[in-house]
């Protein structure tokens, strides 16, 4: 019998519990169901819901996973990434619309593929790479271009595509993946074996404020990129009054060039769930979310089957471990998948989202530990910050802060990729210079760094002496290198051009900044710059980092204001002043060929 | 409540009470803080950051960021009032705004603090986007060409309407203010009594059939620069 698009969207709202709290789940399945999310079935939606319907359509226009119009069966993704345009990008596009007859964004005739590109999916160590739906599929050759075409319409199967299998648990059943780990350097903290219940076990031998005092003496700082101090949140959230707290695991790892999430959910996601657990227990929530990037999709039927054997040994649901506590203690994790969104990696937009809204960063203050997910206090920390916190309590807050610096304890897990030969993940103590880490990594020609991906900094050679952490060079995981032949205002274009898309769109600054930071630079690029071009860039970069209203925009202008500071040279270069008074950047001859083309003559050029 | 919280904007010392924010004490002290997306009556919103102001040596939009005992307040700084300059810039150049036919003109906000702030013309390059308008409505039309994403409608429909008139849809520059149903603005239950309508700063939701109604010279800001009514409190305490 065929099912009507409304009883559709009723049966998905209803399993749902017709929760405003699982729209992204919501329009994920009626997208999967309808092909998109199409204008009736945002009302039919808003009408099971109760919520206006202009709310449901402003979500489904805010993520770029869904779609308001019909797209084909399957969906190519490609990664756009700087580092996937180093390695082949631009052809292997070409190739895909030669093969489709058809332009990015499109869908062929027969409603089968539609061809997008995507902002870096988190494989920039095998790059090029692409998302065939939920499958992933690693360094992408040409060669393969017309394989994938072939089978995907022969068969419609994208798990076919997946030629061979990772290491670790890309093999495992439930994950399948072609991803490989790339594991360059293991240990002495993270990357390392764990008693699934000891961190837990641990912790419920002492109070949740003893457990607090543990995270402060091992001085950890948030992994995410910001470094506040963790201890300190889980105190603001502890003291907080509220009828339930939340535990909010940011697996949204969306900075270009950063995958080390990835390799940890994939490899240790023990060691995450223990310390959310953990954090539960500290701050006394009994509820966890981790929201997980949409690119990362392939990973969730695995991590819900270890989030199902930690139920099964008692480290999770009611009662844990009751033989060791006196009281009841009730904590479980679930997983909520995001649809393309960048700035969901920032806290409150995170918070946001898994409300069903669309993914705007909150007013602050107040801040999450006081009033967060659905106005309870909740903390929210990086999927590397949970493993520190297993990881302390596993080996005690001194043997943790051993190891890094003063200000910056531990170790920290670095995606270093771009033109190197040992491309992967590395965990290193805090302190580690970039030179050295360059050695680590085989890219010792490196003629930049971008550290801490597009909202972190461009450093050249005459600061790789320079230090990891938190006090020198930030970094929440992201090291991308690039060598002597590298084009460096085509890596910061790159970079503008990834905010101006990533941007919500709420606040000035960031919403038109970043516009106008690719306006001036493609001028720039294309010849037309004058010297009082990077006084423009400079301007609107200061009040871009001002007075924008979260992270993404008081950063987004970092490649800007850094590739200026160290490579000043290759905009000058470009430079010169008007001839005769005129301003180079006015283009004469477009402004006049709309007028030109409606009289249907050429202009006639003057000659004085 | 008691007026127990100490605070300095410029220097000057000031009380509020708990729970205000720094624009609602410096607007009771006839000081004066340009704003657009802020509209007394409305939840803030924080969206346009003209009201920028440095907190304790950190930037915070004033609209939002409620008083603390102790708290220092920068207001009237060359580097602030070079941001607000850039921003009501970024403003102009973003959409398409013909302030010399406009039916606000006189009466429009962003219009207004350009004057205050001496912009004769903005220093970057017009984008030009390409923007439509709704005139469906039989009493009211929307030119989203002049539309600066202020939430002000939104907020107005919601919390002095009873409605939900207003939305917002698509992100970064592609945000923009959408209605509540499957077609256009007449499908909404918009009237032309709606407060929603009074709130718009600029000239993108006007009613029909008033448009230049205020002759040249009695207009809102023919006379005093906007925000003058605000410093007025301060001559008057």
């Known amino acids: 019998m065929n099912e009507s698009m409304e009883a ?146 022969a068969h419609g199967d994208p798990s076919l595509l997946v030629e061979r299998q990772g290491d670790g648990n890309n093999a495992h059943d439930l994950v399948q993946a072609m991803v490989h780990n790339n594991i360059r350097r293991e240990g002495p903290l993270l990357l390392t074996p764990l008693n699934r219940g000891e961190a837990i076990s641990k912790a ?42 939340y535990v909010l695991c940011n697996a949204d790892e969306g900075e270009p060039g950063t995958f080390k999430d990835r390799v940890l959910l994939t490899e240790m996601p023990d060691r995450v769930f223990a310390g959310m657990t953990v954090a539960g227990y500290a701050i006394g929530a009994e509820e966890g979310i981790v929201y997980l990037r949409g690119e990362y999709a392939y990973l969730r039927r695995f991590l819900e089957s270890v989030l199902e054997r930690r139920r099964a040994d008692g480290l999770l649901g009611k009662g844990i471990l009751p033989d060791q506590t006196s009281k009841p203690f009730n904590f479980d994790i679930r997983v909520e998948m995001g649809a393309g969104a960048y700035v969901c990696g920032e806290e409150t937009a995170l918070i946001s989202s898994l409300e069903g809204f669309r993914g705007d960063p909150k007013t602050r203050p107040p801040f999450p530990a006081q009033k967060g997910y659905l106005g309870y206090p909740s903390i929210v920390n990086n999927v590397e910050t949970f493993c520190c916190i297993a990881k302390i309590l596993e080996v005690g807050a001194a043997a943790f802060s051993e190891l890094g610096t003063a200000h910056s304890a531990g170790t920290k897990l670095l995606s270093v990729s771009g033109d190197c030969r040992r491309p992967g993940v590395f965990e290193v103590s805090f302190g580690i210079t970039v030179r050295e880490l360059l050695a680590l990594a085989a890219g010792e020609n490196a003629m930049a760094v971008q550290v801490g991906g597009p909202s972190g900094q461009l450093i050249g050679p005459e600061s790789f002496h320079r230090k990891i952490g938190f006090e020198d060079l930030a970094t929440g995981g992201s090291i991308m290198v690039f060598g002597p032949d590298r084009d460096i205002l085509e890596i910061v274009h790159s970079f503008v051009e990834f905010f101006e898309e990533e941007s919500c769109g709420y606040c000035t600054p960031c919403r038109v900044g970043n516009v106008l930071l690719k306006q001036t630079l493609e001028r720039i690029m294309d010849g037309r710059g004058e010297p009082e071009d990077l006084e423009l860039l400079e301007t609107v970069s200061r009040t871009m980092k001002a007075a924008s209203r979260c992270g993404l925009g008081q950063t987004a202008s970092n490649p800007v204001t850094s590739s200026l500071a160290a490579f000043r040279e290759k905009y000058e270069e470009l430079l010169s002043k008007g001839k005769d008074g005129r301003r180079r950047a006015f283009d004469l001859n477009a402004a006049v060929a709309e007028a030109a083309a409606v009289a249907n003559r050429e202009p006639v050029r003057s000659h004085h | 409540m008691s007026d127990k919280i100490r605070f300095s904007i410029d220097g000057v010392r000031m009380k509020a009470h708990p729970g205000q924010t720094i624009m609602e004490a410096a607007d009771e002290a006839g000081i004066y803080i340009p704003r657009l997306c802020h509209m007394p009556g409305l939840s803030p919103h924080g969206s346009c950051r003209v009201c920028t102001v440095m907190v304790n040596g950190r930037p915070a939009s004033a609209c939002t960021q409620p008083v603390a005992d102790g708290m220092m307040v920068e207001s009237d700084t060359p580097a602030l009032l070079e941001h607000r300059r850039v921003l009501i810039e970024m403003l102009f150049v973003e959409g398409n705004h013909y302030c010399m036919f406009c039916e606000r003109s006189g009466n429009c906000e962003l219009q207004g603090l350009a004057y205050r702030f001496g912009i004769a013309a903005p220093r970057f390059t017009y984008i030009f986007p390409k923007r439509d308008l709704d005139a469906s409505h039989p009493h009211v039309f929307f030119d989203r060409n002049r539309c600066i994403t202020c939430a002000r409608c939104v907020r107005a429909s919601q919390e002095l309407d009873g409605k939900h008139v207003f939305g917002f849809v698509g992100r970064s520059f592609h945000k923009r203010l959408a209605f509540n149903s499957e077609g256009p603005l007449a499908d909404t239950d918009l009237e032309v009594t709606d407060q929603a309508l009074d709130a718009c700063p600029v000239g993108a939701l006007l009613r029909k059939g008033e448009g230049y109604k205020v002759p040249i010279g009695q207009r809102l800001y023919d006379h005093e620069p906007i925000g003058s009514e605000i410093e007025a409190r301060k001559d008057a305490t």
């Open chain 1, 8 to 153: 559709k969207v009723a049966r998905i709202c209803e399993a749902h519990g017709r929760s405003r709290t699982r729209m992204l789940e919501i329009t994920r399945e009626v997208q999967s169901e309808l092909g998109c999310v199409p204008p009736k079935a945002v009302t039919a939606i808003a009408r099971e819901l109760s919520i206006p319907r202009v709310e449901v359509e402003g979500f489904v226009s805010f993520y770029a996973f869904l779609s308001d119009h019909p797209t084909g069966r399957h969906v190519i993704r490609l990664c756009n990434c700087v580092i996937d345009r180093m390695r082949g990008y631009d052809g292997i596009a070409k190739l895909f619309q030669e093969e489709l007859g058809i332009g990015m964004g499109e869908t062929t005739e027969d409603g089968v593929i539609t061809l997008e590109s995507t902002p870096c999916s988190g494989m920039c160590d095998q790059a090029p790479s692409a998302l065939v739906d939920d499958v992933v599929l690693t360094d992408l050759s040409r060669e393969r271009v017309r394989d994938i075409v072939k089978s995907l319409r």
């Open chain 1, 204 to 245: 419920l031998g002492m109070t949740p404020v003893e457990v607090i005092r543990v995270v402060k003496a091992a001085r950890v700082l948030g992994r995410g990129g910001a470094g506040f101090p963790t201890g300190m949140k889980w105190d603001f959230c502890r003291d907080a009054d509220g009828d339930k707290k």
